[in-house]
């Protein structure tokens, strides 16, 4: 069974920067696209940002473009999400999630095998 669990999240000014982590295990990370979507209060969860086995395809919803990067540390059985110029509308829980499949960029909650339990982000104006 493949577990996630996220770290990094927290308060921070707009404007201001934060890194979230994803560990997997129990599982064949290098083999698994990896994604992150938010939740925010009253509002169905959405993608944010997702890539592939090999890093080579990246994808990112477009309000978040040109402020948010996602990597992977295959070694590491990580992946990272690198928030910056943050604002008060990204304020949310944020999922990380591994889709099996591996090879593609997927957008949908559905498209995801595994899920890890949340880490809020709170971004203060």
Known sequence: QVQLVESGGGL????GSLRLS?????????MYA????????????????TINWSGGNIYYR????????ISRDNAKN???LQMNS?????TAVYYCAADETGW?????????DYWGQGTQVTVSS
Do not use: H, N
Request: charged share 25%; hydrophobic share 30%.
């Open 12 to 15: 921070v000014q707009a404007g």
């Open 22 to 30: 994803c560990a997997a295990s129990g599982g064949t990370f290098s």
């Open 34 to 49: 990896m994604g992150w979507f938010r939740q925010a209060p009253g509002k169905e969860r959405e993608f944010v940002a």
């Open 62 to 69: 477009d309000s978040v473009k040109g402020r948010f990067t």
């Open 78 to 80: 990580t992946v990272y």
């Open 86 to 90: 943050l604002k008060p509308e990204d």
């Open 104 to 112: 593609g960029t997927p957008v949908r909650p559905s498209d995801y």
